[in-house]
């Protein structure tokens, strides 16, 4: 079977904030789950990209890579309207979105895998493939990410956002049993499918919320203004 092509955040390569290592080109790429991969998880993908685009600039190289898939994926289906409403709110792109079911292919091929739920990380990390080190919920992974001093994790600027992001997702696994959850509930993104608007808007602000310190850590810059 032929692995299926990430969603990268852009192809250029003329992004010159960071340096151009010398050797085949390394990505990171990381996976969004979800259940069905028409609400959470779309919406997590695109405000990631949108997130990073803002942070690198829009000619970023495209060695971070953002997909998504559920695990009772829709294969072939829109995102829902209100998801796709939700994310033109943030200013993030909804266009182009094809939901997938989770594969084998997509779990091996990424370098870190972010849940909506502690269902869906047990779900991936029993497909096997030595997922458990790198699958987290994404509200867990924002909880040990707030933990790590970022003056340990490599410098983008010398040793790239790739390097970065790995050292970021060990530093992580390493914490994972001294920083427990307050309680089950502190780590679910609750399904929004079949509810209203407002329902939606609270959900994309939980993610991006979620998403704000993941995203300062893997990039080692904080939000323009």
């Not at 990505?27 to 969004?32: E, V």
């Not at 970022?150 to 410098?155: E, H, Q, R, S």
């Not at 992001?165 to 993104?189: F, H, K, M, N, T």
Request: glycine share 8%; proline share 5%; net charge negative.
């Amino acid at each position: 079977m032929t692995a299926p092509e990430g969603r990268g955040i852009a192809a250029s390569s003329s992004f010159t904030g960071f340096t151009d290592l010398s050797g085949p080109a390394e990505t990171f790429r990381i996976l969004h789950v979800s259940t069905g991969n028409v609400c959470r998880s779309p919406m997590t993908e695109r405000l990631t990209r949108h997130a990073l685009t803002h942070r690198l600039g829009p000619d970023v190289a495209g060695d971070l890579i953002v997909e998504s898939a559920g695990t009772w994926g829709h294969e072939g289906a829109s995102m829902e309207a209100n998801a796709a409403t939700v994310l033109a709110e943030f200013g993030a792109d909804a266009s182009g979105f094809v939901g997938r079911e989770l594969l084998d292919e997509h779990v091996i091929r990424a370098d870190l895998v972010l849940t909506a739920t502690r269902d869906h990380r047990a779900q991936v990390i029993s497909m096997g493939h030595s997922a458990g080190l790198r699958t987290f919920t994404l509200k867990e992974f924002t909880r040990l990410v707030r933990a790590i001093d970022p003056a340990t994790l490599p410098d983008p600027l010398d040793e790239g956002v790739v390097e970065r992001a790995r050292a970021l997702v060990r530093a992580a696994a390493a914490l994972r049993g001294w920083l427990l959850a307050p309680s089950i509930e502190a780590d679910e993104v609750h399904d929004p499918y079949g509810a209203p608007l407002t329902y939606f808007r609270s959900v994309g602000e939980e993610i991006d919320q979620a998403l704000e310190p993941v995203v300062t850590a893997l990039t080692g810059l904080t939000a323009r203004a």
